[in-house]
């Protein structure tokens, strides 16, 4: 899925630049427990297309504001150290394997450095959730303040809802006239395409649940921010966004079965291989099926999958520079895992998919050690981020500022349940 991000030239707003300017003061400034939350307001806040290139070297405003957050907490290492986990050297492997293998693929010098500027965006982020976010209480604070913005961004929404014109236009990279699929306006804000829009408010609902659930802030103040939320996510009109929800009321749900998981995940396996072998079509034929928005291009995400599989011989080493011959559409990679395969080979996909289930295992322990009923469910909230972003990915690839955001909170979700897991056996 490809944004309209108009990479590869200067594209500036007055208003951009001095919103970007007011966030690297206060990226600079603020203590060490808020530093995340600059990103995160010119996530949703700026488009992706406000951007500097210099000497053919494409600075968008997130990389930007997070190379003035890695060169704070560079500036001052001693309060910013934290332990390396799994994660964080599986990630590192996947980094380094994507900029040599894009480097062979694309065949010169510009495919390291065009993947190197992903990483510094991507990895740069994951590490500044590494430093910034490291207990339940940064979560929390976390939590509050998207919460805080999803106010005034849900009247953004309505009002491109209403009038079928995106106020954010005049900054480029999202356009002026409503995306219009079968009848519905498809808002976007901001963002690059109404999906990432979608996905993205829905990612929070769980840690906005885990609040709700644990009482840790008035509930009134909960249903306000969860109410934003969806009615964000509705405007959207994209069925990944709510399959999303869908997908965090079932981890909330599998929460009062939570003694039984072991025997759920086994089941589950023990289902899908079953439907595999008596079903006409292989089991990812089911994704086909899914159109709960209406319009949706479940089938395209299906043939994807079938057509990869087709022709791993083409892309298993180091990649595939194109592959709009695997059939009519399929140039639009809608899957994230098969997209890192195509940027970086089986090896690409294998670590990223360990990556995330590296980070599923420390949150884990950290929820059979949780002390205090507020850590539980914040733990439990993150297992279920992780896991609605792992359901996403089959329908959707990330891409625009949603990047930096994923790898953000992960970085922190690593960090608090890390610490979480290492203060309980240095007490034993």
Same mark, same amino acid.
């Given at each position: 899925?490809?944004?309209?991000l108009l990479g590869g030239q200067t594209t500036l707003h007055a208003v951009g630049v001095s919103v970007l300017v007011v966030l690297v003061i206060i990226a600079l400034k603020v203590p060490r427990h808020y530093l995340a939350m600059p990103l995160l307001f010119l996530t949703v806040s700026i488009p992706s297309a406000q951007r500097v290139v210099v000497a053919t070297l494409d600075f968008n405003f997130v990389?930007?504001?997070?190379?003035?957050c890695l060169a704070r907490i560079y500036s001052n290492?001693?309060?910013?150290?934290?332990?390396?986990?799994?994660?964080?050297?599986?990630?590192?492997?996947?980094?380094?394997?994507?900029?040599?293998?894009?480097?062979?693929?694309?065949g010169g010098f510009s495919g390291v450095v065009t993947r190197t500027g992903f990483m510094i965006t991507a990895v740069g982020s994951y590490y500044i959730g590494r430093a910034c976010i490291r207990t339940?209480?940064?979560?929390?604070?976390?939590?509050?303040?998207?919460? =805080? #913005?999803?106010?005034?961004?849900?009247?953004?929404?309505?009002?491109?809802?209403?009038?079928? $014109?995106? !106020?954010?236009? +005049?900054?480029?990279?999202?356009?002026?006239i409503t995306l219009i699929r079968k009848g519905r306006l498809r808002c976007q804000g901001p963002f690059s395409h109404p999906i990432m829009a979608g996905v993205f408010w829905a990612s929070f609902l769980p840690w906005l649940g885990a609040l709700w659930f644990s009482k840790a802030v008035a509930?009134?103040?909960?249903?306000?921010?969860?109410?934003?939320?969806?009615?964000?996510?509705?405007?959207?009109?994209?069925?990944?966004?709510?399959?999303?929800?869908?997908?965090? =009321? #079932?981890?909330?749900?599998?929460?009062?079965?939570?003694?039984?998981?072991?025997?759920?995940? $086994?089941? !589950?396996?023990? +289902?899908?291989?079953?439907?595999?072998?008596?079903?006409?079509?292989?089991?990812?034929?089911?994704?086909?099926?899914?159109d709960i928005s209406g319009g949706s291009t479940g089938w395209h995400r299906y043939h994807l999958i079938q057509?990869?599989?087709?022709?791993?011989?083409?892309?298993?080493?180091?990649?595939?520079?194109?592959?709009?011959?695997?059939?009519?559409?399929?140039?639009?990679?809608?899957n994230q895992y098969l997209l890192e395969g195509v940027r970086g080979g089986l090896a690409g996909m294998v670590l990223f998919t360990v990556f995330l289930f590296k980070i599923f295992t420390i949150i884990g322990r950290a929820i059979k050690v949780a002390d205090s009923k507020e850590e539980l469910w914040i733990y439990w909230a993150s297992g279920v981020m992780l896991f609605v972003h792992m359901m996403n990915?089959?329908?959707?690839?990330?891409?625009?500022?949603?990047?930096?955001?994923?790898?953000?909170?992960l970085g922190g979700v690593v960090s608090v349940t890390g610490n979480k897991v290492r203060a309980v056996k240095n007490e034993l």
């Open positions: 899925m490809a944004g309209s990389k930007i504001l997070v190379l003035v290492k001693k309060a910013y150290k934290f332990h390396l986990e799994k994660p964080d050297i599986i990630l590192n492997y996947w980094m380094f394997w994507s900029i040599f293998s894009y480097g062979i693929l694309v339940a209480e940064d979560i929390k604070r976390v939590t509050i303040f998207i919460g =805080l #913005l999803a106010i005034p961004m849900v009247f953004f929404f309505l009002i491109e809802r209403g009038t079928g $014109k995106n !106020m954010f236009s +005049i900054f480029g990279g999202v356009p002026d509930m009134y103040k909960i249903a306000i921010f969860i109410g934003c939320v969806v009615i964000i996510i509705a405007n959207t009109a994209s069925s990944t966004p709510v399959m999303a929800v869908l997908f965090t =009321l #079932l981890g909330f749900y599998i929460f009062t079965i939570r003694h039984k998981l072991p025997f759920i995940r $086994k089941s !589950m396996v023990l +289902i899908l291989i079953s439907l595999h072998l008596v079903m006409e079509k292989p089991v990812w034929h089911l994704i086909s099926r899914i057509e990869a599989i087709n022709h791993i011989g083409e892309w298993w080493l180091v990649g595939l520079r194109s592959t709009a011959h695997w059939g009519y559409g399929l140039e639009d990679v809608t990915f089959l329908a959707v690839s990330y891409f625009g500022q949603v990047t930096s955001a994923f790898f953000l909170l």
